[in-house]
């Protein structure tokens, strides 16, 4: 699963870690990226989809139709 937000767009973010001797080192940070399903009542079926925390609260907060709504008017196929 790549660590990609389908509605919001969240990446991972990328960087170096420092050590105590100053030696640099790649690194990465991912973000909180959950599968969640939902029932899409207009259409009779579940929809999985990979959202990130703060879109999961975006979801509660809209509701599921009008997020499937504008994931679909990115042109990104569920």
């Not at 660590?3 to 690194?27: E, M, Y």
């Amino acid at each position: 699963m790549s660590a990609h937000c389908q509605l919001t767009g969240r990446r991972p973010g990328f960087g170096k870690s420092v050590s105590h001797s100053h030696v640099r080192t790649n690194r990465r940070w991912n973000p909180n990226v959950q599968r969640k399903t939902y029932f899409l009542p207009s259409e009779g079926r579940r929809v999985t989809l990979t959202l990130s925390t703060k879109a999961i609260k975006i979801v509660d907060r809209d509701g599921i139709e009008s997020v499937v709504a504008r994931i679909r008017s990115q042109g990104e196929k569920l």
